[in-house]
């Protein structure tokens, strides 16, 4: 879509009733040397205003693809990106970068997983907040440094002044990731991104990020998606989580519904895969063979075929669509899901 | 917490005893150490898998290349049988090697890059001439197979032909292949996806029943060392705070740091709230100036004047569990939540 038609759509069909985000058939494919790199491959989901999803999988299951071709942060060169994604009615896939400017840091923000690389090391952490305060709020200079003097306490950090006038490297890695977090809330977005926010950090700093982020998302009203490979990490703090693999959305329900009454095999391997704390050591743990697809050349038929336990003929021949929502807003793609019985005592074989 | 004490040291055989061990780290050239493992003692039994547990910073993995000899400790002891490793080098080191083997984090770049895998895992027995040419590629073929690799296919390829799970497999082929008495397994799992990590755990089970081995398993997931070990250990600033049997440990915690770090796990349940746990403020202090007494007490709920003032021993407060605290938690005794828990 080019500029012209942009801002044409943008000035016809914007509505505070539309949903916050809708996400139709996304696909975004990676021109490599070995061939088209399948990374999201038909996504497409609805996201409500002060709602939570979760994005969980596996390395390689195109999650954080998913979170980046949605905000757009897509390198420019051997991209295909098709599908559509509408914020706030407004579509944005064909958008340009001037345009999305005005989306990024103000409408939408993201919390990226690595605070020491996405910290820019030679400037001040103040300087760092103020920039899109500035950028996007006409708001004076001392008017935006009492602004991150209030989103550093508000984001837990102790002697505020000080931290201001730091470098990233003068903090530890949770001081950083709270640094991040105020700089993606700065200017209010209506959603936030988080992808793997807490993957670097200690277990203890872990669960004071995750809180810090579900108080802010409550607060401010903000939508947020999580992206995370740990089913821990969302299941007490998302409305909604999509399992992904290979590129796909393969299992979406509320987050209760997805626990007690999971339907997708690869969920449930993936539940099952992980140790619990509660069972005694030495518990033998289910596993699922194999690796995670070639995202290239995939397999034919349902993706997960060659690793499922329950695969058939026609699970290898013809893919399985995401059905439609059942009662509780529950789909999955899958010829033969789990039933409730055979969950609970076979599990993965 | 964090404190000494010989307490908890078996009076029977063990394979490894690591008595008063001190590593410590020349900061720059200010002068300042930093006390990364601080007056440990600890030993490793027959037949087990011994679970090293504390959050990044803690001196866990320090104190495993300490183990090693990759890091020469300051002082202490490092009994392997009856020979202590603090007083060998250079050959006499050397024979120690194939019978205390390392297996690394990243699997990826533990394994040489322009080696061919058939190689990568023979090394060990070309260096200790163990056997002829053929035992030798027999051998080599045995591990492989062993860790679920297809021998035939792979020893003539190289490391980027592999995933990381596969990596892995590799890296736990070269370990066991010069039969060793014991492994340090270093965070062997954190790097992988968590069906990999199922696996590779897995695994670790098979080869230790397979081949007698005596394991030190070393990560920061409490699940996964809960999973694996036999004796769990664990470790803050360079102190070991509590040891004892996982499903001990695990259901009634004693030290306030091991039930805070219990509470912050994200529990794969919805129906639990995760803001509703008990937790630990703050983060861990710089090693460079630890708190004086028990080094846990800056964010310990129960911390009193004689946590700063005296450093904590550890004592058996139930059968084969020991914990370095002066107020240990009782059975059934809940961690008070912090009200300066900010986030």
């Known amino acids: 879509m080019s500029a012209e038609s942009f801002a044409e759509s943008s000035a016809t069909t914007p509505s505070s009733d539309a949903p916050l985000l809708v996400v139709n058939n996304l696909k975004t494919y990676f021109k490599t040397d070995r061939g088209l790199v399948r990374a999201v491959d038909g996504v497409s989901f609805t996201l409500e205003r002060g709602r939570t999803l979760g994005v969980v999988g596996e390395s390689g299951s195109g999650k954080t693809v998913l979170a980046r071709s949605i905000m757009g942060l897509l390198p420019k060169r051997d991209v295909e990106r098709s599908g559509s994604v509408k914020f706030e009615g407004v579509e944005l896939v064909g958008a340009d970068n001037s345009l999305m400017a005005q989306y990024w840091g103000d409408q939408m923000a993201m919390v990226f997983q690595d605070p020491m690389t996405s910290l820019n090391p030679v400037m001040r952490v103040g300087k760092q907040i103020t920039e899109g305060l500035r950028q996007h709020l006409d708001i004076s200079k001392d008017h935006a440094n009492q602004t991150a003097l209030a989103l550093l306490s508000s984001v837990g950090i102790p002697e505020p002044e000080r931290r201001l006038r730091q470098y990233p490297h003068e903090m530890s890695g949770g001081m950083r990731q709270r640094v991040m977090i105020a700089i993606a809330i700065a200017c209010g977005p209506k959603l936030l991104f988080a992808d793997e926010p807490t993957t670097a950090l200690d277990v203890t700093v872990q669960a004071q990020i995750l809180d810090l982020l579900q108080t802010q998302q409550r607060d401010r009203y903000m939508a947020m998606i999580l992206v995370t490979h740990d089913l821990g990490v969302v299941a007490g703090r998302t409305d909604e989580i999509a399992v992904m693999y290979a590129g796909k959305i393969v299992e979406k329900a509320p987050t209760k519904v997805l626990f007690s009454n999971l339907r997708h095999p690869y969920t449930e391997a993936l539940l099952s895969s992980i140790p619990k704390i509660s069972d005694p050591s030495h518990t033998r743990l289910k596993t699922i063979g194999g690796r995670p697809p070639n995202l290239i050349n995939p397999p034919t038929g349902c993706k997960f075929s060659p690793r499922c336990a329950y695969a058939t003929d026609k699970c290898r021949t013809e893919e399985p669509p995401l059905s439609a929502p059942d009662s509780d807003g529950h789909q999955f793609s899958c010829w033969f899901p789990v039933e409730l019985s055979a969950k609970q005592t076979s599990g993965v074989r | ?343």
Not at chain 2, 51 to 62: A, P, Q
């Open chain 2, 1 to 343: 917490m964090a404190g000494t004490g010989k307490a908890h040291l078996s009076q029977g055989e063990t394979v490894l005893r690591i008595e008063d061990l001190f590593v410590e780290f020349p900061v720059g050239r200010s002068g300042l150490k930093v006390s990364a493992v601080a007056g440990i003692s600890i030993d490793v039994r027959e037949g087990e898998t011994l679970g090293l547990v504390g959050e990044s910073g803690c001196g866990k993995s320090t104190l495993g290349k300490a183990i090693m000899q990759i890091v020469r400790a300051n002082s202490g002891h490092v009994m392997f049988g009856d020979i202590d490793l603090m007083t060998l080098q250079g050959e006499e080191l050397r024979q120690t090697r194939p019978r205390l083997q390392m297996i690394f984090q990243d699997p990826i770049s533990s394994l040489n890059p322009r080696r061919r895998v058939g190689k990568i895992v023979r090394e060990g027995l070309d260096i200790w001439k163990i056997g002829d040419e053929a035992s030798r590629q027999a051998k080599v073929l045995e591990v492989l197979e062993v860790v679920g690799i297809d021998a035939e296919a792979a020893i003539g390829r190289r490391p980027h032909e592999f995933s990381g799970g596969q990596c892995q497999r590799i890296s736990i082929a070269r370990a066991v292949a010069t039969e060793p008495r014991v492994i340090i397994c270093d965070e062997p799992v954190s790097a992988l996806d968590v069906s990999v990590q199922a696996q590779i755990l897995n695994l670790l089970e098979d080869m230790k029943a397979r081949y007698g081995l005596t394991l030190v398993f070393i990560a920061h997931d409490l699940a996964v060392v809960k999973n694996i070990s036999d004796r769990v250990a664990v470790m803050y600033l360079g102190k070991l705070c509590e040891i004892a049997t996982p499903d001990d440990l695990y259901a009634s915690p004693a030290h306030p740091y091991t039930a805070a770090l219990l509470s912050a796990i994200p529990v794969a349940d919805p129906e639990v709230n995760p803001t509703l746990r008990g937790g630990v403020g703050g983060e861990i202090p710089s090693p460079l100036a630890p708190p004086s007494g028990c080094r846990f007490r800056t964010r310990c709920p129960l911390a009193t004047e004689k946590c700063a003032e005296e450093e904590p021993q550890i004592q058996e407060i139930r059968p084969n569990h020991f914990v370095a605290c002066h107020f240990p938690l009782a059975e059934g005794q809940e961690l008070p939540a912090l009200e300066a828990n900010i986030a």
